[in-house]
């Protein structure tokens, strides 16, 4: 098993060379000093929405591009306890309220063909991580709550941003016959720009009758 495992690292390595997506340095993918040089997120125009780093920041930007298009999966484990704390940070009084079976913790699904072109879904990755962190046991994870129904075509730059919300509409189901009734959803992703795919999401749960859905980015 170690032998495979290493095995695996070394083919994870030559695809993608650990260097800092920031400084260059060898040997991480994203060293503590860049990452803590890393200007937080701009509030988003959506109040559920909750972002922890900058897109606009060169580092992120390249590193959340490493982690969803060049299989550099363990930047999922760097940007997992900025999210948990984050997460803590924003659920204040109501961990004293929920906690275990009532905070559920869902990431935004990918369409099962973009998931089979990629391999995985990093938002998964994240969320994964995050629940490692979870000692305590606050969160249940809850991914079967979203399923994504719509592929969202990748959009050109130059495509207007209206177009780009229209496209996302109704991209999401959640099966009726899940229980997240007065429970507090908690979705998970990488990215969140408009706010689109979040609200989109929100809205498809909706009819779960959750007490409360938050969202949570590594980057706005
Ligand atoms: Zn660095």
Known sequence: MRYLISIFNFIIDAVFPRECAGCGRNGTLLCTTC????????????????????????TIKRAIWRLKYKNARGFSKIFAPYLYDEIIGALGNELFISGGENILLVPVPLHK???????????????????KLDIARIFSYAPEILVRVKET???????????????????FHAPPTLNARGKVVILIDDVTTT??????????????????VLAFAVAH
Do not use: C, W
């Not at 997120?41 to 900058?54: C, G, Q, T, W, Y």
């Not at 063909?113 to 629940?131: A, D, F, H, V, W």
């Open 153 to 171: 075509k990748q959009q050109a730059k130059s495509e207007k941003r209206n177009m780009r919300i229209k496209n996302l509409r109704d991209a």
């Open 195 to 212: 706010g689109a795919t979040l609200v989109d999401a929100k809205r498809a749960i909706r009819h779960l009758r959750p007490r409360k």
């Open 35 to 58: 990452i803590e040089d890393t200007q937080r997120a701009p509030r988003s125009e959506h109040a559920f929405i909750n972002a922890v780093f900058d897109y606009h920041n060169k």
């Open 113 to 131: 063909k973009r998931l089979r072109e990629r391999g995985y879904n990093q938002s998964e990755l994240i969320t994964r991580e995050i629940l």
